[in-house]
């Protein structure tokens, strides 16, 4: 087939500048609206479930997950869902475990449940770092992914893209703050499940709308094997330590429990995590369709062809079926799906500087309202910049190995102390310190000797480190460091506080 | 709200009951989202042939099964939120009554 992806494609160029257009009037809209910290770091509290669930979802819907799923579906098969399910399975864990207490402790970031009880200033220092780590590595594999997938898509050159991005999502967070991030987070999510859903649709089609249909024609095509479990999961260890990444890491994604703090109360919170696992298990079904319509509507030679990761699968299958107008408007929802998720990082990063560390460490929690708006921003253009920077450094390179690091210290430096911090009433300052940084070190150890970055981006003949995700390793202990620490240590005065905390934890009482 | 009041309402068995039930409700549902994800990495690791059986036509086993753990990891927090619309949420109101009265 012939294609035009990668040409300059002016219904994508139309589409995309309509996204734009629209997001930037939402943006001087909610600037009026965006003058108090809690109207910067938490739109006012404003947000319902229902709205909280879509923007949920379109903060954690990369485009990586759209097109490397999709990918991932029809270069290799089954292996592709296995995959995807992984991405799915936190959000169970972060409703029953960690929402609703989240919401009533809290004020704007996690560190504020971690330090509720404790000692400021360390808490929030070394919960700042972690947050920090895992915004940056994760923001990092984001921009790369986006000045690739847009010179890909636009043929944009790639130092363009990547300044095109972080201008835009400076933008959207410094002027419009949460409520902006908000809304271009729910039109993008509206936006790509619409998008996704169109797609299914015109391929099923193609099949008569009989899903067996579909894959007895990419079994005739691939064989048999491709509707099988191939290479994905060896070594069972290996698949065990992924898993515990990625499910206790989305419960310790930063730019994803902040938003918990725009809804109004804890049954909010609640509704909102019901609605966005719906929305996001749907569109990973979706996109497991998409990989297998691509696989055999399209060819992987073709696909392969263009882009070797299979990357071009999604926007591919949309130019065979609904020709030029739907391939350019699949790419400006590309685009718009990465703004989204770089601008909820790059809000959670900056509150961690400026509500944590620069209120809660340098002013030691005393600062003027006005003053830490002002911090804020200047944190996010200091965040956005440093995105952009990043972002051109590492062109070029394997950055895969980033995304599972961001999961690895979400999940070991992150989780593990705010669920401590919660449940367990002899948690001491010096045993959640020890904790986030044991997590925080370990995973980032481990994941430099592991054959991830070890073997496959310094090109070491073999491992020093043997899983290919530390999560397993590191996340315990975390745990085991915390609990000890806190046994070897007393603070009399967390102790005591422990009656409010569980107050407020169960009943809200208090709750901002 | 002084501390002796927080106090007790810690001891007050309704709260007492409130807290016991959130407790075990999250931790049935955490084990079984644990049990269902991990069981289906495991069937991966130790029972590729079983996935790989043919269900009708080309759809394999593991189709249904991988799509089912989607589905029910979205059935349980459905669950989990209709359990506290019911059940929790006028525990919690009973309880705030106690405190404000």
């Known amino acids: 087939m012939q294609t035009v992806i990668g040409q300059t494609n002016p219904v994508a160029i139309f589409f995309f500048l309509l996204f734009v257009a629209v997001t930037l009037a939402i943006t001087y809209w909610a600037a009026k609206r965006t003058r108090t910290t809690k109207e910067f770091y938490a739109a006012g509290r404003s947000i319902t479930g229902f709205q909280n669930g879509l923007a949920l979802a379109g903060d954690y819907m990369s485009a990586a997950s759209f097109l490397g799923i999709a990918g991932l579906v029809s270069t290799k098969g089954y292996d592709g869902l296995i995959y995807s399910v992984g991405w799915l399975v936190g959000w169970p864990i972060i409703m029953f ?273 006005k003053e830490e708006v ?63 940084l044991t997590g925080l070190v370990l995973a980032t150890v481990l994941i430099i000797l592991s054959p991830t970055v070890w073997v496959d981006v310094f090109k070491n003949p073999s491992p020093i480190f043997p899983l290919k995700n530390p999560g397993l390793i590191s996340m315990a202990a975390a745990f085991i460091v915390g609990i000890a620490v806190s046994l070897a240590t007393r603070e009399p005065s967390a102790e005591a506080k422990f009656e409010e905390e569980k107050l407020r934890t169960y009943v809200g009482i208090g709750a901002e | 709200m002084s501390k002796k009041s927080a106090h007790e309402i810690l001891e007050d068995e309704e709260f007492k009951s409130l807290s016991k039930q959130k407790d075990t409700v999250s931790l049935i549902l955490t084990l079984l989202e644990l049990f269902i994800y991990f069981g289906f990495i495991s069937l991966i690791a130790f029972n590729k042939p079983f996935l790989a059986s043919k269900l009708s036509g080309a759809i394999t086993v593991g189709i249904p099964i991988g799509i089912g753990v989607i589905v029910l990891s979205w059935i349980l927090t459905g669950i989990y939120v209709n359990w506290a619309n019911k059940k929790y949420d006028p525990m919690v109101e009973n309880v705030k009554n106690k405190i404000g009265g």
């Open chain 1, 97 to 369: 475990l960690i929402a609703e207490p989240l919401r009533n402790l809290g004020k704007y970031t996690f560190a504020d449940v971690v330090a509720y009880r404790l000692n400021q200033r360390p808490i929030r220092s070394a919960a700042a770092l972690g947050s920090i780590i895992t915004v940056l590595t994760y923001l990092t594999a984001q921009m790369v992914g986006a000045g690739t997938l847009i010179k890909l898509m636009f043929g944009l050159p790639y130092e363009v893209a990547v300044v095109i991005v972080g201008c835009l999502m400076i933008a959207y967070v410094l002027f419009g703050g949460m409520l902006a991030t908000t809304w271009v987070q729910i039109i993008k999510a509206v936006l790509l499940l619409g998008g996704a859903t169109l797609l299914v649709i015109l391929t099923l089609a193609q099949f008569g709308f009989n899903y067996g249909e579909l894959f007895s024609q990419a079994a005739q095509r691939y064989g048999d094997k491709f509707l099988e479990p191939g290479g994905l999961v060896t070594n069972p260890v290996d698949a065990f330590s992924l898993g515990l990444a990625l499910m206790f890491g989305t419960a310790g994604l930063p730019h994803i429990l902040m938003r918990f703090y725009t809804v109004p109360n804890a049954k909010e919170a609640r509704k909102s995590v019901f609605y966005a696992t719906g929305f996001i298990g749907y569109f990973y079904i979706l996109t497991f369709t998409i990989g297998f319509g691509a696989a055999v509507l399209v060819g992987q030679d073709i696909i392969k062809g263009i882009d070797k990761g299979g990357n071009m699968a999604a926007p591919l299958l949309a130019e065979v079926l609904g020709g030029n107008i739907f391939l350019g408007f699949l790419a400006a929802v590309a685009f718009a799906t990465i703004l989204a998720v770089v601008a909820g990082l790059t809000l959670a990063g900056a509150s961690a500087l400026s509500h944590d560390l620069y209120v809660g460490v340098i002013r030691k929690g005393q600062s003027a309202e």
């Open chain 1, 374 to 436: 002002k911090v804020a921003k200047v944190a996010t253009l200091i965040l956005g910049i440093t995105a952009i920077f990043l972002g051109i450094i590492f062109k070029g390179q394997n950055v895969a190995f980033m995304v599972g690091l961001a999961f690895a210290v979400a999940a070991s430096a992150n989780f593990p102390a705010l669920f401590m911090s919660i449940v367990w009433k002899r948690f001491t300052t010096k045993g959640a310190v020890a904790s986030i």
